[in-house]
Antibody
Framework: EVQLVESGGVLVQPGRSMKLSCAAS????????MAWVRQAPTKGLEWVAT????????YYRDSVKGRFTISRDNAKSTLYLQMDSLRSEDTATYYC??????????????WGQGVMVTVSS | DIVLTQSPALAVSLGQRATISCRAS??????MHWYQQKSGQQPKLLIY???NLASGVPARFSGSGSGTDFTFTIDPVEADDIATYYC?????????FGAGTKLELK
């Protein structure tokens, strides 16, 4: 059974940093691209970042470029999101997801339970 | 960015058909996917590639469309289907989601 378990969420002040982790199990982690998708309170879903299987390629939405860094440790089956210079608009539940690419499609097929990040003074 | 437009809410009766639409601001061909999110839970993939049922998803869920207009259908609606449904496109980067349609009971 695929399991994705996020951790690291907490209350943080604007301008500070935070690192999220996602422990994966039940599948061959190194074979799947991974992503972070977030959801602000009472709002919709928003893609944040994607990383390739090897970690050699990363992609970010414009609003987090230069502030967030996605990375992975395939030996530990763990995905990370380093978030620097946090802003109030980064307040959201962050979901770790697997990404499936095929036939010109890209979708998020497995999701973790999410971790809440609150940016407030 | 491609904008996906969904109606905010839809009220249906149990046992009836629910049809949710998603309109893209430009063609996404068949690169449209649908997710279900129940209150307090993570999203779950239901449909990929506009009309393909994800593994383990009941056959009362279906999807259709191509280009800019897509439809997601539940027939018949069961009590467990009460949730918010999101469409997502993967034709262009960045991948974008619709704002979601909340399915409610009449």
């Amino acid at each position: 059974e695929v399991q994705l378990v996020e951790s690291g969420g907490v209350l943080v002040q604007p301008g500070r940093s935070m690192k999220l982790s996602c422990a994966a199990s039940g599948f061959t982690f190194s074979s799947f691209p991974m992503a972070w998708v977030r959801q602000a309170p009472t709002k919709g879903l928003e893609w944040v970042a994607t990383i390739s299987t090897s970690g050699g390629s990363t992609y970010y939405r414009d609003s987090v470029k230069g502030r967030f860094t996605i990375s992975r440790d395939n030996a530990k089956s763990t995905l990370y999101l380093q978030m620097d210079s946090l802003r109030s608009e980064d307040t959201a539940t962050y979901y770790c997801t697997t990404v499936y690419y095929g036939y010109n499609w890209g979708y998020f097929d497995y999701w973790g339970q999410g971790v809440m990040v609150t940016v407030s003074s | 960015d491609i904008v996906l437009t969904q109606s905010p809410a839809l009220a249906v009766s149990l046992g009836q058909r629910a049809t949710i639409s998603c309109r893209a601001s430009e063609s996404v061909r068949s690169s449209m996917h649908w997710y279900q999110q129940k209150s307090g839970q993570q999203p779950k993939l239901l449909i990929y590639g506009a009309s393909n049922l994800a593994s383990g998803v009941p056959a009362r869920f279906s999807g259709s469309g191509s280009g800019t207009d897509f439809t997601f259908t539940i027939d018949p609606v069961e009590a467990d289907d009460i949730a918010t449904y999101y469409c997502q496109q993967s034709r262009n980067d960045p991948y974008t989601f619709g704002a979601g349609t909340k399915l409610e009971l009449k």
